[in-house]
């Protein structure tokens, strides 16, 4: 089957449909349509609840939910426009929360091991009853008045024994260990 010329050019002033590797549309929203977005936008706090419901059912095709308030309609309708004009969260995003919700479902530790520490953050873990305390710097860890490189030496510095650093603080959990079996 041939495809013919007509039906293979983009119409123009239409938003490209390649996308890019992380599934978001490699067009940028034009100076014009982010104008026209911000008007409907500032516009929506003087509408009618009603009007709200009618925009809300246009946008997602179905009505808001039951007891929702105007305000969450309005902050609904906003997030929807916005995602429209400058797109919404990338494929890999998308598919990185979907596995994080099956985990949860599962009764799994919802926390995202590539998530880094933060510069400033500070680790308390009791241990034979004294409370150890340890805070992230740039380029390591300080305890008691020493930088460390890692998590694991400080540790094994408190305990005598080797232990994973992250596990010690409570960074992560044992696999196989239910956030149930966790609390007892």
Known sequence: MAISES?????AG?????????GNR????????????????????NRATQDLRVGWRQLHRTGP???????????GLIHELQ????????????????????EFEKGASCSDSRTGLKT???????????AHTVLVRENGFEYESQHYRSLTIIAEKITGVHWSGPRF???TRRAGVSVAEVGR
């Open 65 to 75: 939910p039951p007891g929702l308030s105007r305000d969450l309609i309005i902050r």
């Open 169 to 171: 603080f409570g960074l």
């Open 26 to 45: 490699s067009d940028r929203p034009r100076s014009a349509d982010i104008a026209d977005v911000e008007r409907q936008i500032a516009s929506l706090a």
């Open 14 to 22: 239409e938003p490209s449909p390649v996308r890019d590797r992380n």
């Open 83 to 102: 995602e429209r004009t400058y797109g919404g969260l990338s494929l890999a995003l998308r598919r990185r929360l979907r596995t994080l919700s099956a």
């Open 7 to 11: 039906s293979a050019r983009q119409p």
């Open 120 to 130: 400033g953050t500070t680790l308390v873990r009791q241990w034979r009853g004294r």
